[in-house]
């Protein structure tokens, strides 16, 4: 166990000093908020794999799989696809719209391609983001005290605590830039731990004659069928709840956007769809590998929590020097998503409200120290959630994920690829998404149907009916230099 905590305390003290070497590179707020457009591709791309695939994919999934049986890769592969189709046809998209229209958040392109309701839709996005992904931070948090409570069995208040305390400092000492590049430091190990932790867990599956078919069948009836055993009607509704991660992929993530809004040129965003891909299919093969191998080798209700079931597998099954490799794996995880969803919220705050919307005159440096501000800010705000709240990881990450990337995908995609839409449009999505979510959840229905899913055609539908009705008068293309009149 001291192996494990000398390896976990090296690598906050390594995560940390990166942080204050990038911070050196901080000239403006360009740099702070998105890297200025010196961050090579590839680290983009390892950057937006860690911030993208968090506790939710070691702590949520691999338990998720674990209490589902076969039926959970449609999860794996909803979420692949819709990786793999952002960087084959958004990223590019991203770099060169944001060169066209000078802008560094989602919230502000948005209002800058609709000028005519630009303040609205400022608000609208901002207050979105800042208040839904305030829950997707405190998940993290709450994700990095389970695993320093199984580990060390740490109070979860201690854990949730220091957790806090290493995401405030990286992000607070070199904003976009040093978040990327411990993020990329932390993929690496989160796919170590991802190729590495089923590859030993089958090998001693193997050694001892366990059967995997016979586990999936002593679990429950349905373990064992890639369809939960369903049939009919049925099976469409578990296909779309699962597969229906792949929306919230479409453009409406903002902390995976802003990496393809920070890419120099083509031949960076070449090289980082490459990256992204690769890393992509390992990560979601070794993830549901490691479910699929929690149920060989342990019993339904054998965790009070399943999130726990895997860093419980690396303790069981690894010496305790790459058991700390691995957790600290996890650990990367958790807080390079927490990280970027930091940066986030603050350019929302500081850039969307602060400089664009309420218009205040503040020098850059005045800005930066507003952000840094805003960091510890949220921060603490995500902590406090982190420690009141009982929702497991995979849930709450599920939910933020509707409201924000299911309601903002449509627009996005609408304003990337339809002419007709129209800035009331615009409002119409962003509201009808956040209501239909926030209702969507209260209710059975999202235990039938996943808001996941629903929240994205809601969105979609009212944007369109609302753009054709109340169209915008010459409103300027700067794709085309033209007006586009309709």
């Avoid at 990223?91 to 719209?97: S, T």
């Avoid at 992000?171 to 989160?190: A, E, N, P, R, Y």
């Avoid at 990280?339 to 603050?346: A, F, G």
């Avoid at 229905?445 to 929240?455: A, D, K, P, Q, V």
Wanted: aromatic share 12%; hydrophobic share 55%.
């Amino acid at each position: 166990m001291n192996t494990i905590l000398i390896i976990f305390i090296l690598y906050c003290i390594g995560i940390c000093t990166i942080g204050i070497y990038f911070s050196k590179s901080i000239q403006t707020k360009s740099d702070f908020l998105l890297g200025g457009k010196k961050i090579p591709g590839w680290v983009l791309a390892f950057s937006e794999r860690a911030t993208g695939e968090s506790a939710w994919l070691l702590l949520g999934y691999t338990g998720f799989v674990f209490m589902t049986g076969l039926s959970g890769i449609w999860v794996a592969i909803g979420i692949s696809i819709g990786i793999i189709f952002s960087w084959v046809f958004l990223a590019k998209r991203f770099m060169k719209e944001t060169e066209k229209y000078d802008v560094l958040t989602l919230s502000d392109y948005l209002a800058v391609r609709f000028g005519q309701k630009a303040n609205v839709i400022r608000w609208l996005a901002s207050l979105l983001i800042v208040g839904l992904m305030i829950f997707y931070i405190g998940a993290q948090m709450a994700g990095a005290g389970k695993i320093l409570f199984t580990t060390f069995n740490l109070p979860i208040i201690v854990g949730v605590v220091l957790s806090c305390a290493v995401i405030i400092f990286t992000s607070f000492s070199g904003g976009f830039i040093s978040v990327v590049w411990t993020d990329m430091i932390q993929s690496l190990m989160m796919i170590v731990t991802l190729v590495g932790l089923p590859i030993v867990a089958f090998t001693h599956i193997v050694a001892n004659d366990i059967s995997v078919t016979d586990s999936l069948l002593r679990a429950g009836d349905s373990f064992d069928a890639w369809f939960g055993g369903l049939s009919g009607f049925a099976i469409g509704v578990l296909f779309f709840n699962n597969f229906s991660w792949f929306f919230g992929f479409l453009g409406g993530q903002p902390q995976l956007s802003a990496r393809f809004m920070a890419l120099k040129n083509e031949k960076e965003a070449n090289q980082g769809t490459i990256v992204a891909t690769v890393w992509t299919i390992l990560a979601y093969v070794g993830a549901f590998s490691i479910g699929i191998a929690g149920i060989a080798l342990y019993n339904q209700g054998s965790f009070s929590d399943v999130e726990t079931m895997m860093p419980t597998m690396v303790l069981e099954l690894m010496p305790p020097w790459i058991a700390g490799i691995i957790l600290a794996g996890v650990l990367a995880a958790i807080n390079s998503t927490a990280n970027s969803q930091i940066m986030v919220i603050t350019s929302s705050i500081t850039e969307d409200i602060v400089h664009k919307t309420l218009k205040l005159r503040l020098t850059e440096k005045q800005l930066i120290l507003l952000s840094r501000i805003s960091i510890i800010i949220i921060a603490l705000v995500g902590m406090v959630i982190a420690l009141v709240s009982d929702s497991l990881v995979y849930l709450v990450v599920s939910w933020a994920w509707a409201g924000i990337g299911c309601t903002l995908s449509p627009a996005i995609l609408m304003t990337f690829f339809w002419k007709r839409y129209s800035s009331i449009g615009v409002i119409a999505t962003i509201i009808s998404g956040f209501v239909s979510t926030v209702l969507w959840i209260s209710t059975p229905l999202e235990s039938i149907i996943t808001s996941r899913f629903t929240t994205f055609f809601i969105a979609a539908f009212f944007g369109i009916v609302f753009s054709l009705v109340f169209p915008d008068k010459n409103r300027i293309d700067k794709d085309a230099d033209t007006k586009v009149v309709v």
